[in-house]
């Protein structure tokens, strides 16, 4: 099964994939296939043990309008977010293929239908 | 982690037309190249380019690029919506009622033309060409051809940007690390290497100081932040300096909120604990460096406790930051424009130089790089500047009390000195303003409404430009319409690769900005404009550039277009080229300095009459220097932070770019919120002790510390009036209708931009907006000519040395 991974420990929110996405997809302003959102920025009232004891993260989340780019697909192109991605942190394939690069220490997410 | 081999071993090269630079994809025409501006940036990434019938369909990032690997931040992706935007500008532009009504009549290019000739030709013969000014502005492609213009057509050493007081954008850099290094350096993100992360000789920074800039949202200076984002994926530790909380403060081992305009002082803490701690490159410092004893005792009580009373730090953080770029695999120093925007300028660029040098990361795969512009093309701003008759030329408006300026080591004239020269006459009148795709009202034109005074002054005023800005509107007498990237034949190097850009689509009678000025440039000194094409002046800019042996490149425009539009150049991705004598011009191993060493104490800064040694200026108004004020004006007050949406007063007639960001925001903490009585997302005043004011809307967050506000700058709204007295409302927002002019560090150089003082309170109905209190009293305190505003309170704290 076709899937999108997102690292999102390195999402700097940067909305290149919301923008890309609409181009391809036609959307109308205020409409998205991928939308990015936003938690903190905050710091922990406990020490967490961390390095870096703040909050601040980005995830994308793929909308219903989202095909993963099938046509791009066929084309043999990267569908139109990952190209996009500045923060290198989008990747497609399958979906068992893509929860190996599961690493333990960052953060993961990984989207399908 | 990313996997930058695995990312490019799996990029289909077939679907993206590897080897071809234009192919058709059903009705679309693409075309490989590269892309600068208008609208703008400092970067130059590969693109392609989808066309049909004349018109920008789409852009997508181009993958088998290196610049940026297909990567494209969200105003590339949007760059249709600004080239067929129908606020563009169609035609040549003559003023048809008084200035600020925007009344005008269209006329062609050949009147417009006319009248330009006509116009400076008279100026020339009755006032002299130094009465001429040309403005252009920062990162828009006309670094080059802007300043060949203005020496080799209107014959005036008067080439600047405009309103922005210290050269206080990257030049302080620039010029501090020629002097110390002999050579400029950039942070090494591998970004030389054609093979890019890939490459064998290149490595990981081993931890990356972010200092005074938010690199994923600026790209300043020719760098693409997101490259680092790239090397955290690879394993780089984060130091951050800087006010607000980023991307990379919260990510950080280190994060050093300093108080805004203090950096110098973080800087000597940071020389402090390495040098007392003996965790400096002791071979490196002995090999080639000179003045290291004097350094040693310059910082030698400058501990972090000392350094804490004044740039607010945790003394802890300020020794492990020390300690982690002392002994990381390397250090690289992402610098960025709060070292110029601070009175301090050049004492920064030292403590940040010095840093690199003591560390020893020098040219060093992951460290600091030595960069020249590929293949030597672009040797120094002012090409052409040799072409002005040497007595003319030695009427460069320049202030005279600095020793920067006798040195002449700044092309561009000072813009005080030209502010001065526009109040008092002296040491000549000024007759007229060329300003290319600058918007000194709305952007760099620091006291934006005395600003407006002085270019309202000035008898003629032509703007070429993509859009009508409220410069235009203001001032202009011809408004002519530029192309943008897409419909250009032009070329750049700011670093490496060289980099074409092509024109595959025209805008109805929009001229590229290499158009304009070679139709004009014909017209008043044809003999310096033998091109008969913008391709013509594109490979003379190339190869030739009139110097004997030209450049070290070989192609001409179109081969570097047919090749996809990039070439890199070996020198700048070779390592340690100190010790393999590429940087002396005598072709022995060292620096390009008077001793041939790096420089920590500075023959080039004490030749200047500036300290040779790392300093502090306190702002002229802070909580230290003026403590009367700050009681009633209790925020410090900093911005000009970047946002993805806008390159400076770019991009804002674009709905996309305005459903994301559609107002100024001034980040307020939570703290401050509370004691000010400020609502999120409310409108709120800004203001200074001479009651100059702006407006933002209140955004409560963490990313600024308590005691720290940051409002942004460069806005102005299309959607409103575009007549006097509201100029599409550019003053009402205008965070510079609180910065002032004539006030500068040593050497003349950096302005305390984003270290003011201000109060917060909410904005209510029937309150006087700043364009009505600029359209009935001029400003908000009068001013001499020619003068800055005398202090409201005497500094207390000053020089710490």
């Known amino acids: 099964m076709k899937a999108l991974l997102v690292n999102y420990e390195y999402c700097t929110g940067c909305h290149s994939c919301e923008v890309a996405c609409r181009n391809e997809l036609g959307l109308a302003a205020g409409e998205f296939g991928i939308k990015i959102t936003e938690v903190g920025p905050y710091k922990y009232t406990e020490d967490l043990g961390l390095e870096n004891n703040w909050e601040w993260v980005y995830v994308p989340v793929l909308t219903k309008a989202c095909n993963l780019c099938e046509d791009r697909s066929k084309l043999g192109k990267l569908p139109s977010c990952v190209q996009a991605c500045q923060a290198w942190c989008l990747y497609y394939g399958e979906a068992e293929d893509l929860v190996k690069k599961f690493d333990g220490k960052t953060r993961w997410s990984l989207f399908s239908k | ?801």
């Open chain 2, 1 to 801: 982690m990313a996997d930058f081999n695995e990312y490019m071993d799996t990029v289909n090269r077939e679907a993206y037309h590897d080897g071809e630079w234009q192919w058709q994809e059903g009705d679309l025409t693409v075309t490989r190249t590269t892309h600068w501006s208008p609208p703008g940036c400092h970067m130059g990434c590969g693109v392609l380019l989808y066309t049909k019938d004349n018109t920008l369909v789409k852009v997508e990032g181009d993958p088998l690029n290196s610049v940026a690997s297909g990567k494209l931040c969200m105003r590339c992706l949007d760059m249709p919506e600004a080239v067929n935007s129908p606020d563009r500008l169609k035609y040549p532009l003559k003023r048809d009622g008084e200035r600020g009504e925007n009344k005008w009549r269209r006329i062609s290019w050949d009147e417009a033309l006319d009248e330009i000739e006509i116009k400076v030709k008279d100026i020339k013969k009755n006032f002299g060409s130094p009465s001429i000014v040309v403005v252009h502005g920062t990162g828009r492609n006309i670094g080059w051809q802007v300043p060949y213009f203005a020496s080799a057509a209107m014959e005036t050493p008067n080439v600047s940007t405009f309103g922005f007081t210290g050269f206080a954008c990257y030049l302080p850099r620039m010029i501090g690390t020629s002097a110390k290094f002999g050579d400029m350096v950039l942070a090494d993100a591998s970004q030389c290497h054609p093979d890019r992360y890939a490459n064998k000789d290149w490595a990981v920074p081993g931890c990356i100081v972010i200092w005074g800039n938010e690199p994923i949202k600026s790209n300043a200076d020719g760098f693409l932040g997101h490259w680092l984002v790239q090397c955290v994926q690879q394993g780089s530790k984060i130091i951050s300096i800087d006010p607000r909380l980023t991307w990379w403060g919260a990510r950080s081992a280190y994060w050093l909120p300093v108080r805004p305009g203090t950096d110098a002082v973080v800087g000597m803490a940071l020389l402090n604990v390495i040098i007392a701690e003996d965790l400096y490159d002791h071979d490196f410092v002995e090999k080639w460096t000179y003045g290291f004893e004097a350094l040693a005792e310059r910082v030698a009580d400058k501990t972090p406790e000392w350094a804490s009373q004044y740039c607010d730090c945790d003394p802890d953080d300020l020794r492990g930051a020390a300690r982690l770029m002392a002994t990381s695999s390397s250090c690289a120093i992402q610098w960025g424009l709060a070292f110029e925007q601070q009175l301090a300028a050049l004492g920064v660029t030292e403590c940040a130089a010095d840093l690199m040098a003591i560390t020893g990361n020098i040219d060093n795969p992951g460290g600091n790089i030595f960069i020249r512009c590929a293949f030597l093309i672009e040797k120094r701003y002012g090409l052409g500047d040799d072409l002005i008759d040497p007595e003319v030329y030695n009427l460069k408006l320049i202030s005279k009390t600095s020793g920067i300026n006798e040195s002449n080591i700044v092309s561009c004239a000072d813009t005080d000195a030209i502010l001065s020269a526009i109040e008092t006459g002296e040491p000549y009148p000024i007759k007229m303003f060329w300003i290319q795709s600058s918007n000194a009202l709305a952007c760099p034109g620091m006291d934006a409404p005395r600003v407006y005074a002085a270019l309202n002054s000035v008898d003629f005023v032509v703007v070429a430009d993509p859009f009508m800005t409220p410069t235009a509107v203001a001032v202009a007498d011809i408004v002519l319409p530029v192309a943008m990237s897409c419909e250009r034949n032009s070329v750049r190097t700011w670093w490496t690769p060289v980099r074409s850009m092509v024109k595959v689509t025209s805008y109805y009678e929009a001229h590229s900005d290499e158009q304009i000025v070679m139709d004009v440039g014909k017209r008043l000194c044809p003999e310096n404009w033998p091109f008969a094409t913008d391709e013509e002046f594109a490979t003379w800019y190339l190869l030739d550039q009139r110097s004997p042996g030209g450049t070290l490149f070989d192609k001409d425009f179109r081969q570097l277009v047919e090749q996809g539009g990039t070439e890199y150049w070996d020198w700048d991705e070779t390592y340690y080229k100190y010790e393999k004598g590429l940087l002396r011009p005598d072709g022995q191993p060292g620096f390009n300095t008077p001793t041939g060493r790096i420089e920590l104490w500075s023959f080039g800064y004490d030749r200047w009459g500036v300290d040779p040694l790392p300093y502090h200026l306190e702002p002229p108004e802070s909580p230290l220097s003026t403590p009367e004020t700050f009681k009633d004006f209790p925020l410090v007050l900093s911005g000009g932070g970047r946002s993805f949406e806008f390159f400076h007063s770019e991009h804002r007639q674009l709905p996309t770019m305005r459903e994301f960001h559609p107002w100024p925001l001034v980040m307020i903490n939570p703290v401050d919120a509370e004691k000010y009585g400020i609502r999120d997302q409310t409108w709120v005043w800004l203001e200074n002790s001479r009651g100059a004011r702006c407006k933002q809307l209140a955004t409560i967050t963490e990313q600024t510390k308590a005691g720290i506000v940051h409002a942004e700058h460069g806005w102005w709204f299309p959607e409103q009036e575009a007549a006097s007295p509201n100029f599409f409302g550019t003053f009402d927002s205008n965070l510079n209708n609180l910065t002032q002019a004539f006030y500068v560090g040593q050497g003349g150089i950096g302005s305390p931009i984003k270290s003011m003082l201000c109060k917060v309170y909410p904005v209510q109905d029937g309150d006087k907006l700043p364009h009505e209190v600029v359209a009935e009293q001029g400003n908000y305190a009068q001013w001499e000519p020619g003068q800055r505003y005398p202090d409201i309170e005497e500094p207390l704290v000053t020089y710490i040395k």
